[in-house]
C-alpha cells in the first residue's frame, strides 16, 4: 500500500468514529495532534478510535485532539479533510424552510 493510500485508510478509518462529516466543524493539526471541532461529542466512538492503529491515544480539550505523531498528522489531516469535504458533498441537501 503506498504512503497516501494508508493516510487515507487512516483518516477513513477515524471519521466514522468521530460521528462522520456533519459532525465534524473544524480541523485542524498542530505537530502531534488532529484537532476537530465536533458538534455532538457524544458521537465519538472513543474506545474503537483509540484501536485505530495510528491513533496513539486522544485528548479532549476546547478540540477534540487525536494524538497521531509527529509527520503522520501532517500526512492525515489533508486526507481527513479531503474526506469531510467528500461526506459535506454526499450529505442530502437541507430542506429549504418554508417561506413565511
Known amino acids: 500500500m503506498s504512503e497516501e493510500n494508508k493516510h487515507r485508510v487512516t483518516a477513513a ?3 466514522p468514529l468521530v460521528g462522520g462529516a456533519a459532525n465534524v466543524t473544524s480541523v485542524a ?3 502531534t495532534r488532529l484537532r476537530l471541532g465536533l458538534r455532538d461529542r ?3 466512538q472513543e474506545e474503537a478510535l483509540k484501536a485505530v492503529p495510528a ?7 476546547d478540540t477534540y485532539q487525536i494524538v497521531l505523531g509527529p509527520g503522520t498528522v501532517n500526512r492525515v489531516t489533508p486526507e481527513f479533510e479531503a474526506l469531510v469535504e467528500e461526506g ?3 450529505a ?3 430542506p429549504a424552510a418554508p417561506a413565511a
Open 13 to 15: 478509518a477515524i471519521l
Open 29 to 31: 493539526h498542530c505537530m
Open 42 to 44: 457524544s458521537l465519538v
Open 55 to 61: 491513533v496513539m491515544g486522544v485528548v479532549e480539550d
Open 88 to 90: 459535506r458533498a454526499d
Open 92 to 94: 442530502p441537501a437541507e
